[in-house]
């Protein structure tokens, strides 16, 4: 798929083919367990976050075992809007270190993808076709910003036309208010992104 940077400690093609007839096993080490129910408290948690919705996309396009190296360029490729071949090394490491130490081994406990740390590869769970009905339509907790933005858009063309008749404090006052609420929706919307990533 891509070139492994060096140092890399993603496996190659030829171990994860060895490795088809070996038990997968969980995050723990354990074999993996038989499906069981998800709450709806468990999927959430799991598709609020962007990093593991990407992963569970990934795995469902390619409907095979993968490394867990590709999968990290891949992912890092997405959050930073370019191709994996234009990725850096900090950037891919930084998704890989977040996947191998948190989203993996927290999507292994339920089920919902099998994780072979010793070998790096990663594929779907038992649990894993509980979540595609959400997924399909889009993460639960996903917040319309693009209408809150055009909300404020219209309040800003208002206040201008108010402007052009009213004195000149009340259009600072105006405008002040304006640019608080762009400022504080920004900031909800950075941090909503970055709190989604890094969770």
Request: with cysteine.
């Amino acid at each position: 798929m891509s070139t492994q940077e060096t140092g890399s400690t993603g496996p190659t093609t030829r171990e994860i083919e060895e490795s088809s007839t070996e038990p997968t096993t969980t995050a723990e080490g354990g074999e993996e367990s038989p499906a069981e129910e998800l709450s709806l408290d468990l999927i959430f948690e799991i598709l609020k976050n962007e990093r593991r919705r990407e992963v569970i996309r990934y795995l469902r396009e390619h409907e095979q075992q993968v490394t867990l190296s590709d999968l990290a360029e891949h992912i890092a490729a997405l959050e930073n809007d370019t191709d994996v071949a234009s990725i850096t090394s900090s950037q891919r490491k930084r998704v890989y270190v977040g996947l191998y130490q948190c989203h993996l081994p927290k999507m292994a406990d339920m089920g919902i993808v099998q994780f072979n740390q010793n070998r790096g590869i990663v594929s779907l769970g038992e649990n894993a076709s509980q979540l595609y009905e959400y997924l399909d339509n889009q993460s639960p907790d996903t917040r319309p910003w693009h209408e809150y933005y055009l909300g404020l858009s219209g309040v800003g063309g208002a206040l201008f036309l108010v402007s052009l008749f009213a004195g000149s404090t009340v259009s600072v006052a105006a405008f002040g208010v304006l640019c608080l609420a762009i400022g504080a929706c920004s900031a909800l919307h950075a941090r909503e992104v970055s709190a989604e990533r890094d969770d």
